[in-house]
Nanobody
């Protein structure tokens, strides 16, 4: 199975930036697409962003468009989420997800591998 390990979370002031990383245990050719989801306290898990294997197709939630950028480095089997202009509303546990069939998707049900999450906390 694919194992995913997230890193890069932390505490940051509103307006600041973070870069989240997600390293996969398998070569990227075996992963069709990867995505980022987040879950805030008391809220349901929501889609953030997704990217296909080549990086040519990306998806973003409306709430993060223009502020978040997803990318991947296939040589390092790693996907990144650059987060800029952070808002307190961005506070959540961010999860990396992967699928081995199909393209980028905003539906969590399409992803069958998940990381343990990394906490992002944004202070006002």
């Amino acid at each position: 199975q694919v194992q995913l390990v997230e890193s890069g979370g932390g505490l940051v002031q509103a307006g600041g930036s973070l870069r989240l990383s997600c390293a996969a245990s398998r070569r990227t050719f075996s992963i069709s697409a990867m995505g980022w989801f987040r879950q805030a306290p008391g809220k349901e898990r929501e889609f953030v962003s997704a990217i296909n294997r080549s990086g040519g197709s990306t998806l973003y939630a409306d709430s993060v468009k223009g502020r978040f950028t997803i990318s991947r480095d296939n040589a390092k089997n790693t996907v990144y989420l650059q987060i800029n202009s952070l808002k307190p509303e961005d506070t959540a546990v961010y999860y990396c997800a992967a699928r081995t069939y199909g393209s980028s998707s905003l539906d969590a049900r399409n992803y069958n591998y998940w990381g343990q999450g990394t906490q992002v906390t944004v202070s006002s």
